[in-house]
């Protein structure tokens, strides 16, 4: 789960119910929308159907993050644990009309059923979740103000996963906004055996904001798409017929599946909850130790265990930042790179170890460098050229190699490695394993070039071992109208690039003239610019 912000909301504690007659009754004059507030026949949800949101919070306190995070003590004294109690109907109703922005804020004893839950039987959970909003409101905000959409939706995904991005249903929707796995992918998410972005925040967000607005555009009415996005337009459609065709929430109520009669309810509460929570002396719990996190991007397959492994990070953590993974595999590779979330103290262990980091055990969690499918353990995403009556041997790149070194040690053409091993733009590093087909009748010869020294094997094919570009530069005087680098252990050109202001990749590529896929290597000169410019 992604970590919340360090944001300290006002924690102002009011118990007074705010000043409005004493009454329980609904009135006329003091409705919010006149044709839903005096719906007295509407029965309160048994139960079942009251457990099923439960559950939902319930779910979200199992995980990794709650757990770790967040402090619960059943014997703790909490000012939090006096609160008030049997409020009239006109109190809701009053804060539901000061509420009130796009969507009508209806109120019934359905409504009053549900905002009791949150106020008095769930409250330490409540209140997490109100810590956790700091974190995910300002992404929900962001992404259906793009959309131009009511604001209010932010509060949908209270309801539906108790802002747990792992969230599971019973009927099998998930991730925070619980999308079934047909609709995530008519709306664009990816959904394989190993991601599933129902799960990731960010495009989950963007995904539930366009089917928002395509249920909209359909209904003209918010209380029927919030129905429709919760158990599907097919449902409302056949709840308005059976109804007589007619288009409102409360009117077609029974017609409707037993969780979505819930549901608008739950969200007309969760509304009222999240704006009024001080008046109920809720106070949103943080994190007792904020956890800061960075994003970098990975261009090829990588396990958790090997992060688990090398950077002394607990898979749960890493499973927790990263829930869109769902096989601890991040099936990245050149060309489709995939956002890996770590804490912030972690991200520069995992640049300083990337090579360590990828190489460890690699042939053990990616046999031949290729991802093995779950379902079938024998096969792989790329399929090899022609090579019958090949011998295959495994060559593990070394510091210093590069495509075209290696492919004129075993003799074979460059653009067939590359196929073999999906290799984009000459990129490979030091511990990769590559499969190489050779004759079979010189596979052991092949073979023993994995032990050779670089000369030897620069020698194996009549070249010195001086015939590497960055040897030659080096042979160079250097320049003294230019300010250099010298290369460390783990550094790359966009590394070095970001410790020097103004200067790009592309700048230090040029002045040093390398070639794309070049290896820097470890004492090597760079230069970074003209002495004087600023």
């Given at each position: 789960m992604p970590p919340i912000k360090n944001l300290e909301p006002e924690l102002i504690a009011r118990i007074a119910p705010a000043s409005v007659p004493e009454d329980s009754t609904i009135t006329a004059s003091s409705q919010i929308s006149s044709d839903t507030l005096s719906l007295e026949n509407i029965s309160i949800p048994d139960e079942d159907l009251n457990d099923i949101f439960s559950e939902k919070m319930d779910s979200l306190v199992n995980t990794w993050y709650i757990k770790n995070m967040f402090h619960f003590d059943s014997s703790e004294v909490r000012?939090?644990?006096?609160?008030?109690?049997n409020l009239p109907d006109s109190v809701y109703i009053a804060r539901l009309k000061e509420t009130q922005q796009v969507i009508d804020l209806s109120y019934n004893k359905v409504?009053?059923?549900?905002?009791?839950?949150?106020?008095?039987?769930?409250?330490?959970?409540?209140?997490?979740?109100?810590?956790?909003?700091?974190?995910?409101?300002?992404?929900?905000?962001?992404?259906l103000d793009r959309y131009n959409l009511p604001l209010e939706l932010k509060y949908l995904p209270i309801i539906e996963s108790a802002l747990n991005p792992k969230a599971l249903s019973r009927a099998g929707a998930n991730g925070l906004w619980q999308f079934m796995y047909g609709t995530g992918k008519q709306m664009g998410l990816e959904i394989s055996s190993f991601v599933d972005e129902r799960r990731d925040p960010l495009k989950s967000t963007e995904a539930a904001a366009k089917y928002f607005k395509y249920l909209y555009?359909?209904?003209?009415?918010?209380?029927?798409?919030?129905?429709?996005?919760?158990?599907?337009?097919?449902?409302?459609?056949?709840?308005?017929?059976?109804?007589?065709?007619?288009?409102?929430?409360?009117?077609?109520?029974?017609?409707?599946?037993?969780?979505?009669?819930?549901?608008?309810?739950?969200?007309?509460?969760?509304?009222y909850v999240m704006n009024y929570y001080k008046e109920h002396n809720l106070q949103p719990r943080m994190p007792e130790m904020p956890l800061k996190t960075d994003t970098v991007f990975i261009h090829?397959?990588?396990?958790?265990?090997?992060?688990?492994?090398?950077?002394?990070?607990?898979?749960?953590?890493?499973?927790s930042l990263n829930p869109m993974y769902r096989?601890?595999?991040?099936?990245?590779?050149?060309?489709?790179?995939?956002p890996l979330t770590l804490?912030?103290?972690?991200?520069?262990?995992?640049?300083?170890?990337?090579?360590?980091?990828?190489?460890?055990?690699?042939?053990?969690?990616?046999?031949?460098?290729?991802?093995?499918?779950?379902?079938?353990?024998?096969?792989?995403?790329?399929?090899?050229?022609?090579?019958?009556?090949?011998?295959?041997?495994?060559?593990?790149?070394?510091?210093?190699?590069?495509?075209g070194f290696i492919s004129s040690w075993?003799?074979?053409?460059?653009?067939?490695?590359?196929?073999?091993?999906?290799?984009?733009?000459?990129?490979?590093?030091?511990?990769?394993?590559?499969?190489?087909?050779?004759?079979?009748?010189?596979?052991?010869?092949?073979?023993?070039?994995?032990?050779?020294?670089?000369?030897?094997?620069?020698?194996?094919?009549?070249?010195?071992?001086?015939?590497?570009?960055?040897?030659?530069?080096?042979?160079?005087?250097?320049?003294?109208?230019?300010?250099?680098?010298?290369?460390?252990?783990?550094?790359?050109?966009?590394?070095?690039?970001?410790?020097?202001?103004?200067?790009?990749?592309?700048?230090?590529?040029?002045?040093?003239?390398?070639?794309?896929?070049?290896?820097?290597?470890?004492?090597?000169?760079?230069?970074?610019?003209?002495?004087?410019?600023?």
């Open positions: 000012f939090t644990n006096v609160y008030p109690t409504v009053k059923n549900f905002i009791q839950l949150y106020t008095e039987k769930r409250r330490d959970l409540v209140e997490v979740m109100l810590g956790l909003s700091a974190y995910y409101f300002p992404i929900f905000e962001e992404t555009d359909t209904y003209e009415d918010w209380f029927l798409a919030i129905a429709a996005y919760n158990c599907g337009p097919g449902n409302v459609n056949r709840a308005i017929r059976r109804a007589g065709n007619k288009r409102n929430y409360w009117e077609i109520y029974y017609r409707l599946p037993r969780e979505t009669r819930g549901y608008v309810p739950a969200f007309v509460a969760a509304v090829d397959f990588l396990h958790f265990n090997q992060l688990e492994a090398t950077l002394n990070i607990e898979k749960e953590q890493l499973r096989r601890d595999v991040i099936p990245a590779k050149p060309g489709k790179p995939y804490p912030t103290q972690k991200i520069m262990d995992f640049i300083d170890l990337d090579t360590a980091v990828f190489a460890y055990e690699r042939e053990k969690y990616f046999p031949d460098n290729t991802l093995v499918s779950p379902s079938s353990p024998s096969s792989n995403y790329f399929t090899p050229a022609d090579v019958e009556g090949k011998a295959k041997i495994l060559y593990t790149v070394k510091t210093g190699d590069n495509v075993f003799r074979v053409r460059t653009s067939d490695l590359k196929y073999w091993n999906n290799i984009h733009r000459n990129l490979i590093r030091a511990g990769q394993k590559l499969v190489i087909y050779v004759p079979k009748d010189q596979k052991e010869k092949y073979e023993k070039i994995n032990s050779m020294t670089f000369s030897q094997k620069q020698a194996s094919i009549g070249k010195s071992a001086g015939v590497s570009s960055s040897n030659k530069q080096q042979s160079k005087p250097l320049d003294p109208n230019y300010e250099y680098y010298t290369v460390k252990n783990g550094d790359t050109i966009w590394d070095i690039a970001k410790r020097h202001n103004g200067i790009s990749p592309d700048d230090i590529v040029r002045l040093n003239n390398l070639g794309n896929g070049t290896n820097l290597t470890i004492g090597q000169k760079l230069k970074i610019k003209p002495k004087g410019n600023i």
